[in-house]
């Protein structure tokens, strides 16, 4: 697998479904962060060159798979002259800032429902301090930028940028400022309608920002970051992969039950495979992803038994499903 493979028209694919997509989802179904410095430019629209060029190869011919982020080497500078050798047009973006994250947008939001019809001037206290909060989140998801990453101007314009989505002020006869990327009108409707859940949420998240430090799971490819953002999707992650605690949980279901099965399709592992799938089962943690807190303890009665199957397809996409969800989707294919 190498970049010596992938053709123009391979990239023009890749644009293609990456236009399909949109940029966060396309992101996240390869396993791609977002582009800093490098972007591929077509008629003036710009394009992560590093997860193009990755997702080109599998246009490359049948059975190709995409590459990965870590199948480069060389960084986004490589990734740029191949594509400039290719007819492509590159620009470089020194100091650029990256762009917002569910995360951030979230607590955004919060603040925005919360005061209607403020007019988010960015000297106010309530705004450095909203500002000082999005810092930390935004550090703690080892964002990186120049002195203007997320400054109380660019916060206040954040909130103004939600008029743009609030039915109550376009009644007025007003747009709000239309310039805002996707995400925020997706956060919007996901969550604007449910002020409650939300400010619950952006709880769980500021709760567990002392601890968002060190390493954390990978993030699968096909793995969906849950609607509450990349935060509390880490913390449910890091249950679920406690080694102790898995061990722990597969010895006392198999002491209720007498062998491990998937508590949603009944798979199992060894009656299929012998020995060799004896031990094979995942954890599914249940506990509301906003609910969950960075050290307490996780009781058993928090998880689930799942197939490697099943587990995927709860987190496959946003909102993530949960048990009850998953296992009415089995007995409806039924």
Not at 125 to 137: D, F, K, P, R
Not at 172 to 180: A, V
Not at 191 to 215: C, D, M, S, W
Not at 240 to 251: G, H, I, M, Q, S
């Amino acid at each position: 697998m190498g970049l010596e493979e992938i053709d123009r028209n391979a990239v023009l694919n890749a644009v293609e479904e990456y236009r399909e997509l949109g940029e966060e989802a396309f992101l996240e179904k390869y396993g791609f962060g977002a582009a800093r410095d490098y972007f591929l430019e077509i008629d003036n629209e710009r394009f992560p060159s590093k997860a193009i060029l990755g997702v080109a190869h599998k246009f490359t011919g049948a059975g190709k798979e995409p590459m990965r982020a870590q199948d480069f080497s060389g960084g986004e500078a490589r990734t740029a002259r191949k594509l400039e050798n290719l007819g492509f047009h590159i620009i470089k973006l020194s100091g650029r800032n990256p762009a917002w994250t569910r995360d951030e947008l979230l607590l955004a939001l919060d603040h925005y429902l919360r005061h209607p019809g403020d007019s988010h001037d960015p000297s106010k206290a309530e705004i450095v301090a909203l500002t000082e909060t999005i810092g930390q989140v935004a550090q703690a998801l080892g964002l990186t930028g120049d002195e203007r990453l997320r400054n109380a101007n660019g916060v206040s314009m954040k909130l103004l940028n939600f008029r743009a989505h609030d039915p109550a002020y376009r009644a007025r006869g007003r747009k709000g400022l239309e310039r805002g990327n996707r995400l925020e009108k997706v956060v919007w409707d996901e969550f604007a309608h449910r002020p409650e859940y939300l400010r619950k949420t952006v709880e769980g998240i500021t709760r567990n920002l002392p601890h968002q430090q060190g390493t954390h799971p990978q993030q699968e490819p096909d793995e969906g970051e849950a609607l509450e953002g990349r935060l509390l999707t880490r913390l449910h992650r890091y249950r679920e992969r406690d080694r102790d605690l898995v061990k722990r949980k597969k010895a006392h279901f198999k002491k209720q039950n007498g062998r491990l099965f998937c508590e949603a399709c009944n798979f199992d592992f060894r009656s299929t495979y012998g020995e060799r799938g004896a031990n094979f089962m995942e954890c599914h943690h249940l506990k509301p992803v906003s609910e969950l807190v960075s050290g307490e303890t996780t009781k058993l009665s928090d998880l689930a038994m799942l197939c490697a199957n099943c587990h995927r397809m709860i987190h496959a996409a946003r909102p993530w499903w949960t048990l009850e969800e998953l296992r009415s989707a089995l007995s409806k294919e039924a």
